[in-house]
């Protein structure tokens, strides 16, 4: 992890996941730079309700698809959104659970903290 990747806290960047592998450079941290146009930088736990609102917006993410080595997310795994999709979500009443510690300080470009923080991990809060 680069010393310089920070989370919204200003502290250094926690991982979000290794299982399944997620992250704009698929290693398992929501880190970013200026080619990541979708800023996959918001650390969030998937819910069924989640699934269903971003599939019905057209971003299927619980339907695998192994010619980009994609497994499909279920509830529970956790994932690196893009911050405007978690943002949408957040406006139809449908945004995940994030992890605090793991999304990064660009988030906060699109998001306030304080939206975040509503729907923060407990281990967050």
């Not at 920070?6 to 880190?31: H, I, Q």
Request: aromatic residues 8%; contains cysteine.
């Amino acid at each position: 992890m680069p010393a310089n990747a920070l989370n919204v806290f200003g502290r250094p960047l926690a991982s979000c996941s290794t299982k399944p592998m997620t992250g704009y450079f698929r290693d398992g941290c929501c880190r970013t730079d200026p080619e990541d146009r979708g800023l996959h930088v918001v650390c969030a736990v998937m819910t069924a309700e989640f699934l269903v609102y971003s599939k019905s917006q057209g971003n299927d993410l619980s339907t695998p698809m192994p010619e980009y080595d994609f497994p499909g997310l279920k509830p529970g795994d956790r994932w690196c959104l893009c911050a405007m999709r978690w943002l949408e979500a957040y406006a139809a009443g449908k945004a995940p659970s994030v992890d605090l510690e793991a999304t990064h300080l660009n988030a906060l470009g699109v998001v306030s903290l304080n939206q975040l923080k509503e729907h923060a991990l407990a281990a967050n809060a």
